[in-house]
């Protein structure tokens, strides 16, 4: 199989090409595509990945290029990574909403608006040219923020785009590891937005263990989440949301923190990754491990100022391991293979949510096999988690039609409605420092 990467020259790149080489099943990929706006960036990553397979005589044979048509022609599965205006754009991002007094962070509140505006346009380019030219191909979309990015692209591939993320299965994962279970045995009951859901329930042989969870506050405390939102919130809650909450639940406790912080995050990691990139120009530099040490110290400062703002101290050694590429060739592989098997995943909703329409992006456990990924059917959210994610999801249809539309009146709205901007007047203000900063802001008049 053809597995094509878009966004090829990004730094996490390596990890799909990893979990890659451990395949050796009938219908495997042989050849993998990076594609990459950036021909050193693209370089780089292909001197990692060449060390990767040093030895490994089976391993998929990749290629790089620059240009998209020829990069999706002929793909089976296409991996959407991108990054519109690179680190920098995140940088400003968070730069801009922290100066109005507003969370800047990529997928939630300003500069998660901010990134979607200049992302979707570009991503539906991207989904109107697989239609066209690789029409059978499964898009397998990781760009954020993932739920708005996989429904701008779900209106011209439909069905054949399905977003992942990896932070619902890592918080299954969690969970399941304090309550004793094996996470593979478990049934996570997950229900959401991208960055936006809850875990209600883990079911281990037909019993659901949360209960006993939520009754103890000695385990509460003891993983991350529970650190992060502290255990008697979590038995408020009855449930155990997504880290991302952490933006809305405590939202000012974390803008405080964020502002604190020497650098923000985006700029933390554009500052990091040109080291690595810079590193990479010297061909006497040994790729593959100047690429681990960069990435131990990514992970291990993932989400700092919430854990700071949170007194939860540092990540534990589990969590430093990642797991989105794992999803995504569960996902591949599952599809690919007829190899059945359930996996949270961003999809159509087509009912699920009684709260929501058909066509809405939702990030729920789905039933995956060779016709896609179908969503499970799923108790109804309760009043503040439903509130919670009709108002996101307003939000993200505004920033859709603003996309779409050009309207500068429609990018305020966006902002206006946000549940963590508190203003009209902050929104237009968002709206003036953004198209002023990011030349990819530039059609919205």
């Not at 990054?83 to 991002?93: F, I, K």
């Not at 100066?99 to 991207?126: K, M, N, W």
């Not at 000695?218 to 008697?232: K, T, W």
């Not at 995943?345 to 009684?354: A, I, P």
Request: charged residues 25%.
């Amino acid at each position: 199989m053809r597995l094509t990467i878009l966004g090829g020259g990004g730094f996490r790149v390596p990890l799909v090409y990893g979990a890659l080489l451990g395949d050796r099943a009938e219908g495997r990929v042989t050849r993998v595509v990076l594609h990459d706006l950036d021909a050193g960036r693209l370089s780089a990553v292909a001197r990692v990945l060449a060390e990767q397979a040093a030895g490994d005589p089976d391993a998929p044979e990749v290629t790089v290029t620059t240009d998209l048509d020829e990069a999706l022609r002929g793909a089976d599965f296409v991996f959407s990574a991108i990054r519109v205006g690179g680190l920098e754009g995140r940088a400003a991002d968070e730069r801009v909403a922290l100066a109005q007094g507003v969370l800047g962070q990529e997928t939630v509140g300003a500069g998660g608006i901010a990134y979607g505006l200049r992302t979707v346009p570009v991503a539906v380019d991207i989904a109107r040219r697989v239609a066209r030219l690789a029409p059978d191909a499964w898009v397998i979309n990781f760009t954020n923020p993932a739920g708005l990015v996989t429904e701008a692209m779900s209106r011209h591939l439909g069905d054949r785009v399905i977003g992942i993320c990896d932070s619902p299965v890592g918080l299954g994962r969690r969970i399941a590891k304090v309550l004793g279970a094996n996470p593979r045995e478990a049934w996570i009951d997950y229900v959401g937005l991208n960055h936006l859901g809850w875990v209600r329930g883990l079911r281990v042989a037909g019993r659901d263990e949360l209960p006993r969870l939520l009754a103890d506050p000695d385990l509460l405390g003891s993983f991350e989440e529970g650190r992060l939102f502290g255990p008697q919130w979590l038995r408020s809650l009855g449930a155990v949301p997504n880290e991302y909450l952490h933006y809305y639940y405590f939202n000012r406790e974390t803008v405080r923190a964020y502002q604190r912080a020497e650098k923000t995050r985006g700029a933390f990691l554009r500052d990091q990754q040109a080291g690595f990139y810079e590193e990479m120009k010297h061909p006497e530099a040994a790729a593959l491990a100047s690429w681990e040490r960069t990435r131990a110290e990514r992970e291990a400062t993932y989400m700092a100022e919430n854990r700071d703002a949170a007194g939860a101290g540092e990540r534990e050694e589990d969590d430093l391991s990642g797991g989105y590429e794992k999803v995504a060739l569960a996902l591949m592989r599952a599809i690919a293979r007829d190899e059945r098997t359930t996996l949270i995943l961003n999809v159509r909703n087509r009912g699920t949510l009684s709260v929501l329409d058909a066509e809405a992006v939702i990030e729920v456990p789905c039933l995956v096999d060779a016709n896609g990924a179908h969503p499970v059917a799923v108790d109804p959210l309760p009043g503040h988690a439903a509130g919670l994610v009709c108002a996101v999801k307003a939000v993200e249809r505004e920033v859709l039609s603003a996309a779409e539309s050009g309207s500068r009146t429609t990018a305020v709205k966006a902002f206006a409605l946000h549940p963590l901007v508190d203003s009209v007047g902050v929104a237009h203000a968002l709206v003036d420092d953004y198209t002023s900063v990011h030349p990819g802001l530039a059609y919205l008049t």
